[in-house]
C-alpha cells in the first residue's frame, strides 16, 4: 500500500506498522489535519494499493484523539446494526415474534386501562427491538493502546477500513511502547500512519518521511 502525500515527490510505502511523517512547518502541520479533521483528507493524500486508489472517506479513518475513541462508537454501530437486524431475523425468527405478540398484549392492556383513545406500534420491527436492548461495543483492553488497536481491528473487520491516521503518538507514548505497538500492528497487518510536528531520533526505526522547516523534503533515515 502507498499513501501519496502533496508535499512528498513520492508516496510513502505502507507495509504494516506504523509509518512516521514529521511536517517540521507548523503551519503546514496544522493545514494538513485542520483537513484531516474536516473529512478533506483525499485533499491531501491519495492512498492507493496496486496503484489502484481508494476512496478516502471509506478507507481511511482519522483518529483525532488517540486517548479517547468512543467517537468512533457511532460510526461502527451505524455499520453493525445492519447485520444486528438481518441476524435477528434470519436465525432468531420465532424469538422476535413471540416479542412482538407480548409487546402487541402489554399495549392492549395500559389501553384498557384508561378511558383515552390510545393507539400504538402493533407491527414492531426488528430494528426497533435492537435499539430497545441499547447495543453498546464492549472494549475490554487493558489500557489506551490496547484500546486504539482494539478499535483498528473493529473498524478493519466491520467497515473495511485500510488505513489508519493518528498524530502526536511519540508526545503520549514513549519509544518502548510505541515499538511495542509497531509489532502488535505488524502481526496484524494494520496500516497506521502517524503525524507529527517534531523529529524524534527513534521515528528512524521506522519509515519516516520528513518536511522541514522550509518545506524541504528528507526522507533519508540517517538524518
Not at 172 to 185: G, I, K, M, P, W
Request: proline share 1%; charged share 25%.
Amino acid at each position: 500500500m502507498m499513501a501519496a502525500y502533496k508535499f512528498l515527490s513520492k508516496p510513502m510505502q505502507l507495509d504494516g506498522g506504523i509509518c512516521c511523517l514529521v511536517i517540521e512547518n507548523k503551519d503546514l502541520f496544522r493545514k494538513t489535519w485542520s483537513d484531516l479533521f474536516k473529512g478533506r483528507g483525499a485533499e491531501w493524500l491519495i492512498v492507493s494499493e496496486n496503484y489502484e486508489p481508494f476512496a478516502f472517506e471509506k478507507a481511511v479513518a482519522v483518529f483525532e484523539n488517540i486517548l479517547d475513541l468512543s467517537g468512533m462508537d457511532k460510526k461502527l454501530m451505524t455499520k453493525t446494526y445492519p447485520k444486528l437486524e438481518q441476524t435477528a431475523n434470519d436465525l432468531f425468527y420465532e424469538d422476535l415474534a413471540d416479542l412482538r405478540q407480548r409487546l402487541f398484549m402489554l399495549g392492549e392492556k395500559l389501553s384498557f386501562e384508561y378511558d383515552l383513545d390510545y393507539s400504538f406500534n402493533d407491527n414492531i420491527a426488528a430494528m426497533d427491538i435492537l435499539k430497545l436492548l441499547s447495543f453498546n461495543i464492549r472494549k475490554d483492553a487493558d489500557n489506551d493502546m490496547e484500546n486504539m488497536v482494539l478499535y483498528m481491528k473493529m473498524l478493519r473487520k466491520y467497515m473495511g477500513i485500510k488505513l489508519f491516521i493518528i498524530g502526536n503518538l511519540w508526545f503520549y507514548y514513549t519509544s518502548e511502547e510505541c515499538a511495542v505497538l509497531n509489532r502488535t500492528l505488524l502481526s496484524a497487518g494494520i496500516n497506521v500512519l502517524d503525524i507529527e510536528n517534531i523529529m524524534i531520533e527513534d521515528m528512524k526505526k521506522h519509515n519516516v518521511y520528513v518536511i522541514d522547516n522550509d518545506l524541504c523534503e528528507i526522507v533519508d533515515n540517517s538524518l
